[in-house]
T-cell receptor, first 115, second 116 residues
Framework: GDSVTQMEGPVTLSEEAFLTINCTYT??????LFWYVQYPGEGLQLLLK?????DKGSNKGFEATYRKETTSFHLEKGSVQVSDSAVYFC??????????????FGQGTRLTINP | EAQVTQNPRYLITVTGKKLTVTCSQN?????MSWYRQDPGLGLRQIYY???????DKGDVPEGYKVSRKEKRNFPLILESPSPNQTSLYFC???????????????FGPGTRLTVL
């Protein structure tokens, strides 16, 4: 079945460091890919998405490129801030019966940024 | 404000005592879903609903029930909770269900359930 694998956390960085969180996927067909962010005590928020190969999603300084050849969707940011501390989830859209879609999530990566 | 609300936010209960977690959305969304989040496992889908009176099992439905009598509400029912249902639960909704286009899922704030 469809699955998503993220790099294991926790990840701890200093402010202004470069961030990469790796994400690879296994899927039938051509899924859309997503990064969600979960700030402490809150629900998940969509951070960015890409719907086809070579698309680049971007938001709030974060970027990820849909790489079909390597089945990857790595999250990057050039200079992280303390406010980026959160749990990040990579996800793909998978088809279920009758045309409905569902999200398949990776296990999440906890990111902590120290001042 | 467009939102998904869940109640309660925190709940501690004992094995076997029936409980209901409510979920409501004010965006007139057709599609609603319940997930549970466990450390190292990410989020897994419990049940979903494509419209009123239309529900189906997700990946981990055992021990749960749902109903969709109104478009805005999608309660999660644990008839006889057990300790292995201790988890963080999220409700989500989106505006469409067609596989031809993805509609963003909006998540509630979560319900942390502890079953003793």
């Amino acid at each position: 079945g469809d699955s998503v694998t993220q790099m294991e956390g926790p990840v701890t960085l200093s402010e202004e460091a470069f961030l990469t969180i790796n994400c690879t996927y296994t899927a039938t067909g051509y899924p859309s890919l997503f990064w969600y962010v979960q700030y402490p005590g809150e629900g998940l928020q969509l951070l960015l998405k890409a719907t086809k190969a070579d698309d680049k999603g971007s938001n709030k300084g974060f970027e990820a490129t849909y790489r079909k050849e390597t089945t990857s969707f790595h999250l990057e940011k050039g200079s992280v801030q303390v406010s980026d501390s959160a749990v990040y989830f990579c996800a793909l859209s998978a088809y279920v019966i009758q045309g409905a879609q569902k999200l398949v999530f990776g296990q999440g990566t906890r990111l902590t940024i120290n001042p | 404000e467009a939102q998904v609300t869940q109640n309660p936010r925190y709940l501690i209960t004992v094995t076997g005592k029936k409980l209901t977690v409510t979920c409501s959305q004010n965006m007139n969304h057709e599609y609603m879903s319940w997930y549970r989040q466990d450390p190292g496992l990410g989020l897994r889908q419990i049940y979903y609903s494509m419209n009123v009176e239309v529900t189906d099992k997700g990946d981990v439905p055992e021990g749960y029930k749902v109903s969709r009598k109104e478009k805005r509400n999608f309660p999660l029912i644990l008839e006889s909770p057990s300790p292995n249902q201790t988890s963080l639960y999220f409700c989500a909704s989106s505006s469409g269900v067609l596989a031809s286009s993805y509609n963003e899922q909006f998540f509630g704030p979560g319900t942390r359930l502890t079953v003793l």
